[in-house]
């Protein structure tokens, strides 16, 4: 997906993919909801919400931390969902994921951390030994190729 997708947008995906974010959350990230020092990002709801005035910790993965995407300049999302939704419709017929919407990154990230217990601990028994990047995560639970 890395190669077939423009940084920026790159980021966006990537940002749902590893952190079960919603794309309205992920689109009202500010500067001061992401921490370097432990990997996370502070979702707060929005006015209108039913969840109004809650704020939750979200750990993301040290190798998206490392890779510079936790960069503040990279997470505030500039964008409105209708252009993020006009992003994945030109992205997925290229990774093969045609049918798969975004809110299946939420579904996805869903499944994988109940398969290591917690987002990014340690695997159920017969779970995999090691996380995988957001490409063998598509490739197993979407089928793209």
Same mark, same amino acid.
């Given at each position: 997906?890395?190669?077939?997708? =423009?940084?920026?947008?790159?980021?966006?995906? =990537? !940002? /749902?993919?590893? +952190?079960?974010? =919603?794309?309205?959350?992920? /689109? *009202?990230?500010? &500067? %001061? %909801?992401? @921490? !370097?020092?432990?990997?996370? /990002?502070?979702? =707060?709801?929005?006015?209108?919400? $039913? @969840?109004?005035?809650?704020? $939750?910790?979200?750990?993301?993965?040290?190798?998206?931390?490392?890779?510079? +995407? /936790? %960069?503040?300049?990279?997470?505030?999302?500039? *964008? +409105?969902?209708?252009?993020?939704?006009?992003?994945?419709?030109?992205?997925?017929?290229?990774?093969?994921?045609?049918?798969? !919407?975004? *809110?299946?990154? $939420?579904? &996805?990230?869903?499944?994988?951390?109940?398969?290591?217990? !917690?987002?990014?601990? @340690?695997?159920?028994?017969?779970? +995999?030994?090691?996380? $995988?990047?957001?490409?063998?995560?598509?490739?197993?639970?979407?089928?793209? %190729?």
């Amino acid at each position: 997906m890395q190669e077939m997708c =423009r940084a920026d947008r790159y980021s966006f995906f =990537r !940002t /749902l993919l590893e +952190s079960g974010l =919603r794309q309205g959350e992920a /689109l *009202h990230l500010a &500067t %001061d %909801d992401v @921490s !370097t020092d432990v990997p996370a /990002l502070t979702v =707060r709801s929005q006015p209108g919400s $039913r @969840s109004r005035g809650k704020v $939750r910790q979200v750990p993301i993965s040290s190798e998206l931390a490392s890779q510079g +995407s /936790l %960069d503040p300049q990279s997470l505030v999302f500039t *964008h +409105s969902r209708s252009t993020v939704q006009q992003w994945w419709k030109e992205l997925k017929p290229q990774i093969g994921a045609i049918g798969v !919407t975004l *809110h299946g990154f $939420r579904a &996805t990230f869903i499944t994988v951390a109940l398969q290591w217990n !917690t987002a990014f601990g @340690s695997p159920k028994a017969g779970g +995999s030994q090691q996380p $995988r990047n957001d490409d063998a995560v598509l490739q197993e639970y979407f089928g793209v %190729d």
